[in-house]
């Protein structure tokens, strides 16, 4: 394979040399390829074709005759002849070339820039809909659902909410159901998490109900069974409510 | 374009007011380009083409507006519509095979070195030889000495294909004017009558 591969190295490369030596080898080729590359020549040969053209005689008679049809239309002539656009023959103003290439430039570039514009969006919104790819194969069913069960049951705004934000609303439903264990264990509640919870439910007193509605609207939105435990878990909020009461004259 | 559009501006504005000696100045700034440029489309006929457009452009001088090189550009774009206009008299334009006009033999050519100057006929059965679109944008540009927009405007072509006519025409002509190939063919056009 190896000898092979080199052999075939071997004869290409001859080929190439082959190929390359004749350019420079046979000057008959050469010379007249370089005369027409070269840019001069065809000006050289501009310069002398129009020279030589110009040499033109200038007949006698015919220059009389034109001077005779000058003078015979001098004489006739009346002031009503009126340049027509064939004999406008003014240099254009380069104004107009500059307002258009203008133009051309504004409208290109506003082109560009709103092509631009518009793929930096589009880049955008990928991103922020990328994480919620996961949950939009999961928001069809759960729209769908609500489509046919809206005309049947009130509660057609229940399930919305879950679905916008699940992750944050489960992190609240579990830290709902830790917080009853967790509540009088001495610094537990000094942690972030139990503030931020504290924080959204606004005070210590209100964490309790507003438990009870996250987890109570959680589970009209899911299945009766667990609204039936949840609402048990409901009853029992007042009565951990009724807890940190006891549990301050505990403590000192 | 060339150094004596000053001058026939001048003689432009003067034959313009009346003046028959600022008419003769331009005649004869004008009509050699012009004539030779008649020869190259027209052949035998372009005396008799340049008579008559010079009896339209003293006629119509009152109505021209612009300088020397537009006067120039005026005076083709005049003589080349006689010349269709003779063409569509008597029958087929020079250089189609039903033209009684030959291009003269170009043999002498061989003699000329590279340096030497050429001769006005020599020149003009160079450029004879060259196809007919090739010929015309080549003396307009170098025999009337218009600069490309108005060699455009005068063939009502468009500039890009006027340039790139002229440069092929020079670069046959290039070719033409070597002294060791002169037998070489000189590529036409597709299309090209002849």
Same mark, same amino acid.
């Given at each position: 394979m190896s000898t092979d591969r080199n052999g075939d190295e071997r004869l290409s490369g001859e080929a190439r040399r082959?190929?390359?030596?004749?350019p420079p080898g046979t000057p008959q080729d050469a010379g007249p390829a370089n005369d027409l590359d070269d840019p001069s020549t065809p000006e050289r040969t501009a310069d002398r074709i129009s020279a030589a053209l110009r040499q033109q005689p200038v007949d006698d008679?015919?220059?009389?005759?034109?001077?005779?049809?000058?003078q015979s239309a001098r004489k006739a002539r009346d002031r009503t002849l009126s340049t027509r656009r064939l004999d406008d023959w003014r240099p254009r103003p380069q104004k107009h070339r500059w307002a258009r290439g203008g133009a051309v430039a504004l409208v290109t570039s506003s082109l560009l820039g709103g092509i631009a514009f518009a793929s930096i969006g589009v880049v955008d919104t990928r991103q922020h809909n990328t994480p919620k790819t996961g949950t939009s194969h999961i928001t069809p069913p759960a729209h769908t659902p609500r489509e046919q069960s809206s005309p049947s049951s009130g509660p057609s705004t229940a399930p919305t909410t879950p679905s916008r934000h699940p992750g944050t609303t489960k992190d609240v439903e579990a830290h709902c159901r830790a917080y009853e264990r967790v509540k009088n264990r001495g610094h537990a509640l000094d942690a972030t998490a139990w503030q931020r919870l504290i924080r959204a439910a606004g005070g210590k007193q209100h964490v309790a109900t507003y438990c009870a509605q996250l987890t109570g609207s959680a589970d009209t939105a899911t299945s009766s069974p667990t609204k039936a435990n949840k609402t048990g878990k409901g009853h029992g909020m007042p009565s951990a409510k009724a807890k940190p009461s006891k549990g301050p004259s505990s403590q000192p | 374009m060339?150094?004596? $559009?000053? @001058?026939?501006?001048?003689?432009?504005v003067r034959a313009q007011d009346g003046d028959e000696a600022a008419f003769v100045v331009l005649y004869r700034l004008v009509q050699p380009g012009l004539l030779s440029y008649l020869r190259g489309i027209a052949g035998e006929d372009a005396e008799d083409i340049a008579a008559a457009a010079w009896r339209e452009i003293a006629c119509e001088l009152p109505r021209f507006r612009g300088d020397g090189h537009g006067f120039r550009g005026w005076t083709a774009s005049i003589a080349r519509r006689h010349a269709l206009g003779h063409f569509r008299l008597h029958g087929a334009a020079p250089g189609s095979p039903?033209?009684?006009?030959?291009?003269? @033999?170009?043999? $002498?050519?061989?003699?000329?070195?590279?340096?030497?100057?050429?001769?006005?006929?020599?020149?003009?059965?160079?450029?004879?030889?060259?196809?007919?679109?090739?010929?015309?944008?080549?003396?307009?540009?170098?025999?009337?000495?218009?600069?490309?927009?108005?060699?455009?405007?005068?063939?009502?072509?468009?500039?890009?294909v006027v340039r790139m006519l002229a440069r092929r025409g020079l670069r046959s002509l290039a070719r033409l004017l070597r002294p060791d190939d002169l037998t070489q063919h000189v590529p036409r056009t597709l299309g090209e009558p002849r």
């Open positions: 082959r190929d390359a030596t004749p008679t015919a220059e009389q005759a034109a001077i005779a049809a000058f | 060339s150094a004596d $559009n000053p @001058a026939l501006s001048t003689a432009v039903g033209s009684p006009w030959t291009p003269p @033999a170009v043999d $002498n050519i061989a003699h000329t070195l590279p340096g030497a100057t050429l001769s006005a006929e020599t020149a003009q059965a160079l450029v004879a030889r060259l196809p007919r679109a090739q010929a015309e944008a080549v003396l307009l540009r170098h025999a009337v000495r218009l600069d490309e927009r108005a060699a455009a405007q005068v063939m009502g072509r468009p500039r890009p």
